[in-house]
T-cell receptor, first 112, second 112 residues
Framework: RKEVEQDPGPFNVPEGATVAFNCTYSNSASQSFFWYRQDCRKEPKLLMSVYSSGNEDGRFTAQLNRASQYISLLIRDSKLSDSATYLCVVRMNSGGYQKVTFGTGTKLQVIP | SQTIHQWPATLVQPVGSPLSLECTVEGTSNPNLYWYRQAAGRGLQLLFYSVGIGQISSEVPQNLSASRPQDRQFILSSKKLLLSDSGFYLC???????????FGSGTRLTVV
């Protein structure tokens, strides 16, 4: 089982729609969670951290479910500019040291 | 504020030629430094990471090498490139506690 798994998509949604991505992680000792956004042929950039109580940043809501070992990202009122690949990132203890693992990403295409 | 510089942006090299990609970080000291590769349509693959000058850890066997001659300089090299070395190479830095993962703008390498 992969350490971090995401549905690769693509998710094709119309403008204004609400879309949600899930990401599962295998290591229960995982400590910190993030969502990154990567535009086509660009570097990944931090979108938001994911806090235990859930957090919101404008149209974006991130949630963590430690019991089921998944995190989610909800995007409301999708814009064309939201089209990108969204990477789930997990910081965990592995073999006595800490490391950061990136998911392979979920591609979102917002359609006019 | 911290910035990370990576160059060149694109590179076309013949098979068997050498490679040198450079990455520098400004505005911080003693960062963790990373080299990733992202093949077309694939996830990020960690190649090397460094927690200090002269300290390099390799994640995957390959014909690439990395060096850290100065605190904020990280270099990715190869003596002889293979076709399979083509990809998008990303340098990143983080704090020692692994927070603040930030990527450079990447180098798109095509080996022909």
């Amino acid at each position: 089982r992969k350490e971090v798994e995401q549905d690769p998509g693509p998710f094709n949604v119309p403008e204004g729609a609400t879309v949600a991505f899930n990401c599962t992680y295998s290591n229960s000792a995982s400590q910190s969670f993030f969502w990154y956004r990567q535009d086509c042929r660009k570097e990944p950039k931090l979108l938001m951290s994911v806090y235990s109580s859930g957090n919101e940043d404008g149209r974006f809501t991130a949630q963590l479910n430690r019991a089921s070992q998944y995190i989610s990202l909800l995007i409301r009122d999708s814009k064309l500019s939201d089209s990108a690949t969204y990477l789930c990132v997990v910081r965990m203890n592995s073999g006595g040291y800490q490391k950061v693992t990136f998911g392979t990403g979920t591609k979102l295409q917002v359609i006019p | 504020s911290q910035t990370i510089h990576q160059w060149p942006a694109t590179l076309v090299q013949p098979v068997g030629s050498p490679l040198s990609l450079e990455c520098t970080v400004e505005g911080t000291s003693n960062p963790n430094l990373y080299w990733y590769r992202q093949a077309a349509g694939r996830g990020l693959q960690l190649l090397f990471y460094s927690v200090g000058i002269g300290q390099i850890s390799s994640e995957v066997p390959q014909n690439l090498s990395a060096s850290r001659p100065q605190d904020r300089q990280f270099i990715l090299s190869s003596k002889k490139l293979l076709l399979s070395d083509s990809g998008f190479y990303l340098c990143a830095w983080s704090r020692q506690d692994l927070y603040g993962y930030t990527f450079g703008s990447g180098t798109r390498l095509t080996v022909v």
